[in-house]
């Protein structure tokens, strides 16, 4: 399929595509309206930021959320990435992955992206993904200049954060005889540099 006249768009500048946005990722995902519109509604130029797939005829076709991680401040969280299931099997997943690359690398100025997905390794994998271990999108961004920061203070470092930036890491603790994981995921993280 020619990708002809498809653009990709940030949805917070375009906000008459938030009610058919909000309906095309309740027809995969549904959740109530209010929540979705809210977190759609947050989109801006920063993180985070809706990015919306139209056609020529200015129909949405696709939506993907990109989220700040803050432990890792140079990529992105990609979700939320949905293409109308009536225009599946057209190529648009692939076009909108990397229209959302693109807008990462040259415009968030980032070097990596992440994501989770079930189900749809391959495709991703296709894409140049590769398999990472779990991360979070939750939390405070992490100082790069820990240990500098700490030698213009008097002040001692918590253990917490020495011990985990200056010393090794303590040996494995043996294993039990009988192992049940009662931590399970059902997401695979894969990640991808920008080049």
């Not at 989220?67 to 225009?87: A, W």
């Not at 070097?111 to 140049?128: C, D, I, P, R, W």
């Amino acid at each position: 399929m020619e990708h002809k006249g498809l653009q990709v768009l940030q949805l917070h500048r375009y906000p008459q595509y938030l009610k058919p946005c909000c309906k095309l990722i309740n027809e995969e995902w549904p959740r109530s309206e209010t929540a979705r519109m809210m977190s759609l509604e947050a989109s801006c130029d920063q993180l985070p930021t809706s990015l919306i797939l139209i056609n020529a005829d200015k129909i949405i076709l696709g939506h993907c959320k990109l989220t700040r991680i803050p432990s890792i401040p140079n990529s992105c969280f990609i979700e939320t990435v949905v293409i109308s299931k009536s225009m599946r099997g057209q190529k648009l997943g692939t076009f909108l992955m990397r229209e959302v690359e693109k807008y990462c690398k040259n415009v968030l100025k980032l070097e990596m992206v992440h994501l989770s997905t079930k189900g749809q390794e391959n495709f991703y994998a296709k894409l140049g993904y590769e398999f990472c271990a779990p991360i979070s999108i939750y939390g405070n961004s992490v100082s790069h200049n820990i240990a500098k920061d700490s030698e213009t203070k008097n002040d001692v470092m918590p253990t917490k954060i020495s011990t985990t930036m200056t010393a090794p890491p303590p040996p494995p603790m043996p294993k039990p005889v009988i192992v049940q994981s009662t931590i399970k995921t059902s997401k695979t993280y894969m990640f991808k540099y920008l080049s």
